[in-house]
């Protein structure tokens, strides 16, 4: 019972993986909790071969009132939670689905933790709560109103977790607002492998692997250098380091909300020339028009997770589209 550990839920998806892959050196042993609804056992597998530590696997839904049990049977030290669904577009259409999963399955994970004084818990926010009118770089006072249903999942976790720190003064939570990460591990196994391409990155890598001819990038016309939307991306290595750094600070019983990206926009047609830079067959890619809902720019200002995480993204663009490259086996 001395032994104390990390509680990684979600911990077998894109993000999870590589955040369990960079707490290899972390002191603390790892139990993740996934239902395999987005991911499947070879992260795991993958895992156990970066990770020269134990890894408990426990498949299981962060909604089971079952999961009590892992708190009564393990000492948590922190939970990071993933675990939830994703798509901008598929939660417009299985709001219920989302409000489940997302919202329903995070009261039961925190009852879960405060009932056997589990008091600490780093939560994936993302950039897509803030207004869309909010003007980039954009703060973690910039105003919020989330266009997505799956956005407002995201702000109402966050101020659950706000009244949870009211109730309960001993808890401490880091909700990280995350951009747009980009790339695998070192090992280029733990990529993201969504089932439907909605981002850019998937997109581009249907293209490389010949799965589809064209990227189409939508609008041409905006107010930017080259009139292509600009994002701010960052390597998901960076990402999941930022969970460690977040760790460290967890422990001062603290209520932190943090963006992290790389203060840096790069354009859509910056990324397609970046890809091109390192590929035999360049990406063949045509314009059609705006999509609704894309704003010209959006990006953050990375104070914050310099000061309060003492942060600092390492990997620019090239190391983001190699990354990207080499973990497609092409
Ligand atoms: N990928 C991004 O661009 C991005 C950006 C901002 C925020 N986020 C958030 O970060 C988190 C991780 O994202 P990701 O890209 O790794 O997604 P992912 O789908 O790859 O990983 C999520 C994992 O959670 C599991 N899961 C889903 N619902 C579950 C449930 N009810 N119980 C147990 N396990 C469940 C899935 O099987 C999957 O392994 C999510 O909460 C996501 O909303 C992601």
Redesign the pocket.
Known sequence: MNKKYILV??????????TVAILKKNKFDIII???????NKT?LRNLRKILNKKIIFIK?????KKINNIFQKYKIYSVI??????SVKESEKRKKSYY???IN?TKNLLNCMVRNGCYKII??????VYNEKSKSPLNENSSLKPKSY?GVT?LKIEKILKGYKKKYPKFSCVI??????VGADKTNTLR???KKAE?IIPNISNVIKGEKRIFNIFGNDYPTKDGTCMRDYIHIIDLASSHAKSLSIIKKNIFEIINVGTGKPYSVKDMVNCFNKYLNKPITYNFSKRRVGDVAICYSNIKKQRKILHFRPKYGLDEMVKSVIKSLNI
Not at 60 to 64: A, G, I, L, N, Q
Not at 123 to 128: D, E, L, N, R
């Open positions: 839920t979600g911990g077998l998806g894109y993000i999870g993986s590589n909790l996934d239902n395999l609804s987005n991911s992260s299981d839904d962060v909604r089971s939670h993933f675990a939830g669904l994703k489940d999963n997302n399955g939560f994936s926010s993302s950039a897509c799956y995201k990280l607002r995350y951009f747009n990460p993201d492998n969504p981002n």
